[in-house]
């Protein structure tokens, strides 16, 4: 019994900074995510995955990627950015932050995420 009890207060302690980790995790703020992917783990030179831009940052992504992006293939779409960008911003606690501010990086079990920043001055929101 006193083994449970002790048990069950560190599961308490655990869920309890988990939250507070959270709570004060930073956010994506996607006015700032100039391309954004989304595919499964392993690679992200597109294989198993899509990149998506911000129409606002065409011409970053562009310069950026060496060759145009296209509308006719449905890569330039600001729904599909803010779609990963809330989904990263779902789980704030396990986002990783590129030393030089470039990206933010997130990995679930079966899916990875990615957000570029075009504005970096603007990258991150406060919980």
Not at 41 to 49: A, D, Q, Y
Not at 66 to 95: A, C, F
């Amino acid at each position: 019994m006193e083994q449970l009890t002790l048990d069950m207060a560190i599961q308490a302690a655990e869920a309890n900074a988990l939250v507070e980790k959270r709570v004060h995790a930073k956010r994506i703020d996607v006015n700032a995510v100039g391309r954004v992917y989304s595919g499964r783990p392993g690679c992200m030179c597109g294989c198993k995955g899509t990149y998506k831009v911000a129409p606002q940052y065409l011409d970053w992504a562009n310069k950026d990627r060496g060759y145009p992006y296209t509308d006719e293939d449905g890569d330039i779409s600001m729904r599909s950015v803010t779609r990963i960008v809330n989904k990263m911003n779902q789980y704030p606690e396990l986002l990783e932050w590129a030393d030089d501010g470039q990206y933010a990086f997130l990995e679930l079990e079966t899916r990875v995420y990615c957000a570029y920043f075009a504005n970096y001055d603007r990258r991150v929101v406060k919980a």
